[in-house]
């Protein structure tokens, strides 16, 4: 079995800084795209940082420039630097993960979720 579990949301005022980190354990034999998504209140789940195993990163409009997502391989663990926070950012935040697992199965995980809210 393999499990993504997501940690470091909570509450921050406007303009302030979150590091949300995912930790994927388990049965895994390697790691290749890993992604952040976010999924607010009556909205549908987008993309907001993806990464490749090589590093390559992509991002949505409406965080470049304040987020920045990053991943240690050795410690399969995945980041998302959250900075200049507005109230538009609140949401429900996942963590996924393609990855092989030791019998050699490709699959997409996902974490639990970690809430983020921006508000003061």
């Known amino acids: 079995q393999v499990q993504l579990v997501e940690s470091g949301g909570g509450l921050v005022q406007p303009g302030g800084s979150l590091r949300l980190s995912c930790a994927a354990s388990g049965s895994i034999f390697s790691i290749n795209a890993m992604g952040w998504y976010r999924q607010a209140p009556g909205k549908q789940r987008e993309l907001v940082a993806a990464?490749?195993?090589?590093?390559?990163?992509n991002y949505a409009d409406s965080v470049k420039g304040r987020f920045t997502i990053s991943r240690d391989n050795g410690k399969n663990t995945m980041y998302l630097q959250m900075n200049s926070l507005n109230p538009e950012d609140t949401a429900v935040y996942y963590c996924?993960?393609?990855?092989?697992?030791?019998?050699?199965?490709?699959?997409?995980?996902w974490g639990q979720g970690t809430q983020v809210t921006v508000s003061s």
């Open positions: 990464i490749t195993s090589g590093g390559s990163t």
């Open positions: 996924n993960a393609d990855l092989v697992d030791t019998i050699r199965r490709s699959l997409r995980y």
